[in-house]
């Protein structure tokens, strides 16, 4: 106890002498600015500029940064909202209607030879074209309500013909339901079936090409996760 008081007092001297100390050398600062105001005065008045212009500088900036990422968050909300507007027209059609939409938008991206089957026992081949590569493009078109998802049995039913009765290149499997099953996903991914869910197909609506999709295969949106192949 006796070692701690010292050690308290100790501090409080040493406390006390930088206390003094600095008001001595405050004062003696104050005397030389004083008697070299002329000196001194140009040189407070050019830091206080700069420090001025600084600040001022900066918090443009903060300001200007701030503006651009509420701009940027603001024409995502809106892109989105203008997305979702198309899609809403897109589930007012009919699954006829819906598969020839789909046609329209791959003619729009330089697919060839565009044929609607349009009719029942198609074996899943909604939609048959060629890329504008010469890959022959084979879809399947889901119309499902938003909330629902592509079962693993939709899924199967499309890889057990894609390829093998229609010699698909480019197998598309898309739909206006916004999920693919777990199941079906990895099923997909493991057979390379393209597979364009809600968000995707929105994007498509809006403009996207095709051929910049194609990569997605159920990425964004939908599961959030992409299962492992």
């Not at 830091?47 to 918090?59: K, M, S, T």
């Not at 309500?145 to 598309?172: C, I, N, W, Y």
């Not at 079906?184 to 197909?201: E, K, N």
């Amino acid at each position: 106890m006796a070692a701690r008081r010292r050690r308290r007092r100790l501090k409080k001297r040493t406390r006390r002498q930088l206390q003094g100390w600095c008001a001595v050398g405050a004062a003696v600062a104050a005397v030389w600015m004083a008697g070299h105001w002329s000196v001194v005065w140009p040189v407070l008045v050019a830091v206080l500029a700069v420090a001025v212009v600084g600040g001022g500088g900066w918090a443009l900036l903060r300001a200007h940064r701030r503006a651009v990422g509420q701009d940027r968050e603001w024409r995502a909300q809106e892109e989105a909202k203008a997305r979702e507007l198309s899609m809403a027209e897109v589930d007012a059609l009919s699954w006829q209607e819906f598969e020839a939409y789909v046609a329209d938008l791959c003619r729009r991206d330089g697919c060839t030879r565009v044929v609607v089957s349009g009719k029942s026992g198609d074996l899943g081949a909604d939609v048959v074209g060629y890329l504008a590569d010469g890959r022959k493009l084979v879809v399947q078109c889901k119309k499902y309500a938003p909330h629902r998802s592509v079962s693993s049995q939709d899924m199967q039913k499309f890889v057990g013909t894609a390829r093998p009765e229609h010699g698909a290149d480019v197998a598309l499997f898309v739909t206006t339901c916004r999920t693919f099953t777990k199941a079906a996903l990895g099923l997909a991914l493991r057979q390379d079936i393209v597979a364009l869910h809600r968000d995707l197909l929105g994007s498509w609506v809006k403009g996207a090409r095709l051929e910049t999709l194609l990569p997605l295969n159920g990425s964004g949106g939908g599961t959030g996760r992409r299962p492992s192949a």
